[in-house]
């Protein structure tokens, strides 16, 4: 079966520039979550949704945002991007939840400049 | 909040050769999970041990979990090059929440031919 499948693979944007994500995960699969992955910080959570609906959300600026739609692919948004947001972002699908384990997508590479 | 620390931080042996990645917790989890990630791919589930003191095996990888489930171990029996990545442990929260992970910065294990 499909893996889960992150767009674009790697992108570049200017400071102050937004930029939107996209995540289409594991059929079946309801709950997809997504990560920041930076060499410093390592894995942070950034939000997790179920049938559509937001059920956590980490410690990140509300500049961070994301969606669900009907069909469980998922995006994520960065808005006045700064040069600290360059990272790998994850996305994660499971059947249930955190606890049954994640497929992660191969991630989107975003650099700021 | 929750924090997993990972030890060692990096790792370069010979092929051939048995190691041990630790995770240590404060907090108590209800399962930990531990991931492989190569470079520019998402992390691979390797395994999920849910109880107190539950050893799982995996080919040459053994994994234990603590009896408190505050802490975790992964054994690599006569490391391979393929077996180069980073380690990732993760814990699932105890509360009950199953909405996200709790992930440690990593091990990256070098083994050379």
């Known amino acids: 079966k499909a893996g889960v499948t992150q767009t674009p693979r790697y992108l570049i944007k200017t400071r102050g520039q937004q930029v939107t994500l996209s995540c289409s995960p594991i059929?079946?699969?309801?709950?997809v979550s997504w990560y920041q992955q930076t060499p410093g910080q390592g894995l942070q959570f950034l939000f997790e949704?179920?049938?559509?609906?937001?059920?956590n959300k980490g410690n990140f600026p509300g500049r961070f945002s994301g969606r669900q739609f009907s069909n469980s692919r998922s995006e994520m948004n960065v808005s006045t991007l700064e040069l600290g947001d360059s990272a790998l972002y994850l996305c994660?699908?499971?059947?249930?939840?955190?606890?049954?384990?994640?497929?992660f997508g191969s991630g989107t590479r975003l650099t700021v400049v | 909040t929750q924090l997993l620390e990972q030890s060692p931080q990096f790792l370069s042996i010979q092929e051939g050769e048995n190691l041990t990645v630790y995770c240590n917790s404060s907090?108590?989890?209800?399962?930990l999970q531990w991931y492989r990630q190569e470079p520019g791919e998402g992390p691979v589930l390797l395994v999920t041990?849910?109880?107190?003191?539950e050893v799982k095996k995996l080919k040459r990888l053994t994994f234990q979990f603590g009896d408190a489930r505050k802490d975790s171990s992964l054994h690599i029996t006569a490391a391979q090059p393929g077996d180069t990545g980073l380690y990732l442990c993760?814990?699932?929260?105890?509360?009950?929440?199953?909405?996200?992970?709790?992930f440690g910065k990593g091990t990256l294990l070098t083994v050379n031919p």
């Open positions: 994660a699908s499971s059947l249930l939840g955190a606890g049954y384990g994640y497929t």
């Open positions: 059929s079946g699969h309801r709950s």
């Open positions: 949704y179920f049938s559509e609906t937001q059920r």
């Open positions: 907090s108590v989890f209800s399962s």
């Open positions: 041990v849910v109880t107190g003191g």
């Open positions: 993760a814990g699932a929260d105890s509360g009950g929440s199953n909405y996200k992970l709790t």
